[in-house]
């Protein structure tokens, strides 16, 4: 199982020496590893050779079964939709998925039904005679029947049955299911470590990118494997301006979201004399007043919310582009 987030060892460390719940909550922002260490976490406790508190062995027969995906006292609880990709991150098997026309597209919420078939794994017998232990990401998108499906198993577990919920929107759980969780904070890594590993990775202007992505590593790779460069990141302020559609043609409509978020983000700081966050304070205007600004990032929260499902893809960034041109134009001009 792919493991190298360097920066996971202390949180896994801590997570392991004080952990008092059956059940726990990581969480934290986003492409920090949230998923790798509640997997870490599980392989811990179903290893034969560590000792309670110590991470797993890497060799005995548990963590060889964990490792090729078919250990019978885990499992993997996520969206049809982050399945194939999460699992292959992981180092974990997983199947394509079924992609032929008039197949529904897959869900990026988790089903009532996936959790009942998970309450019947949970009522089974450990097969190896230790924990049996459920990791569910991200725990925010159970939706309302699935969360509640799963409250009393959670509260009240059989036997040896262990959870883990990882999330980068804890605030999107239900609260019932917060309160059964012990929480486990997970923070953004140490610069150093993270352009570390991204160079290692072989990611080019890693500073950039990183910076980019508001300091998450694992994002910023995502982002340089589909291609993005520090200079087109940096350029994008300015094509945004001047209504270039083919600034943010190439992206999903999610991420061209994201991206404008972020810029509109540094652009009410820049208008209140704050260095950019997201982008270099050089690539940045300065505008004149945030009003029209708050106006497009109100805007761009009601887009967010159906950047999944577009009518058509091309007229939609097309309409996002002029939205933003003219939010720019506007916060550009005096009172």
Known sequence: M???LPWLQAPLADALARARSHAL????????????LAVKLAQSWLCESAAPSQPACNQCPSCKLFASGTHPDF???????????ARESLGLPFEEPD??????????????????NLLSFAQATSARGKAKVVVIFPAEA??????????????????????VLASHDSAGLLPTIR?????????????????AWLQAKGVKEAAGLLAATGGRPQQALAWAEAGLSDAAWQALPKRVARGEVAALSELAPPRAIDALQRLCHDLVRRSHGQPGQFFATASLPVPKRARPLLAWDAELRRAARHADHPLNASLWIEALVAQAQAAV???????
């Open 2 to 4: 792919n493991a190298d």
């Open 329 to 335: 134009a506007a916060s550009m001009r005096g009172a």
């Open 25 to 36: 909550l990581v969480q934290g922002p986003a492409g920090v590893g949230q998923l790798e």
């Open 179 to 195: 309160s059964r969780c012990q929480p486990l904070p997970l923070s953004l890594p140490d610069t150093a470590d993270a352009l």
């Open 75 to 85: 499992q993997l609880l996520l969206p049809e939709a982050l399945d194939a990709p």
């Open 99 to 116: 992609t032929k026309a008039g197949k529904a597209k897959p869900s990026r919420e988790i089903k009532v039904e996936a959790v009942r």
């Open 142 to 163: 159970l939706n309302g029947v699935a969360a509640n499906a799963l409250l009393k198993t959670l509260e009240e577990p059989a036997g040896l049955l262990r959870f």
